[in-house]
T-cell receptor
């Protein structure tokens, strides 16, 4: 597709359930980012991939959060044993290059609600 | 650590009014600065950017100037339209980083006809 695609758009999970969120970046984009956006807040960085390598996972809030991009394209963010505080919109972004001045293209996000 | 502070919303304006959304930043290095916009039902889109002091980013009638002396990057538009109604996010990316963005909280703009 032309843009970054995320699925599902909405996910309701019971507390303690595991969830997997998918991101299809723009074809050929080297860099991929995951962000978490709580209600009324700006997005906060979770993790960064350059191709298949996860180079920065400093923003992951706990070891219940895990991300992968095994073939350097599609990425999955997995949250184990979901908690209510995990409720947020999860955004994926990709960019053609790497570095501080490259434009990031965002998906529409997955809204996760933990009940 | 690095941070971005932007004007709290919501902001409501009449069509053709002048818009300013204030943004200031704190950074240990020399960042690039961005404004992203999120229209209803859509993903974040880059509106404009500036990569060094005194640079002016501009797009769709919006402008912002990188002011290193005041650590600011205020967004302006001379005459807003109903179609500009959206949430606006100021963000920075540290030079030398992989490109991860630090965002402000966002400012919701509503333009009335």
């Amino acid at each position: 597709g032309a843009g970054v695609s995320q699925s599902p758009r909405y996910k309701v999970a019971k507390r303690g359930q595991d969830v997997a969120l998918r991101c299809d970046p723009i074809s050929g984009h080297v860099s991929l980012f995951w962000y978490q956006q709580a209600l009324g807040q700006g997005p906060e960085f979770l993790t960064y991939f350059q191709n298949e390598a996860q180079l920065d996972k400093s923003g992951l809030p706990s070891d219940r959060f895990f991300a992968e991009r095994p073939e350097g394209s599609v990425s999955t963010l997995k949250i184990q044993r979901t908690q209510q505080e995990d409720s947020a919109v999860y955004l994926c972004a990709s960019s053609l290059g790497q570095g501080w001045d490259t434009e990031a293209f965002f998906g529409q996000g997955t809204r996760l609600t933990v009940v | 650590g690095d941070s971005v502070t932007q004007m709290e919303g919501p902001v409501t304006l009449s069509e053709e009014a002048f818009l300013t959304i204030n943004c200031t930043y704190t950074a240990t290095g020399y960042p690039s600065l961005f404004w992203y916009v999120q229209y209803p039902g859509e993903g974040l889109q880059l509106l404009l950017k500036a990569t060094k002091a005194d640079d002016k980013g501009s797009n769709k009638g919006f402008e912002a100037t990188y002011r290193k002396e005041t650590t600011s990057f205020h967004l302006e538009k001379g005459s807003v339209q109903v179609s500009d109604s959206a949430v606006y996010f100021c963000a920075l990316s540290d030079r030398g980083s992989q490109g991860n963005l630090i965002f402000g909280k966002g400012t919701k703009l509503s333009v009335k006809p």
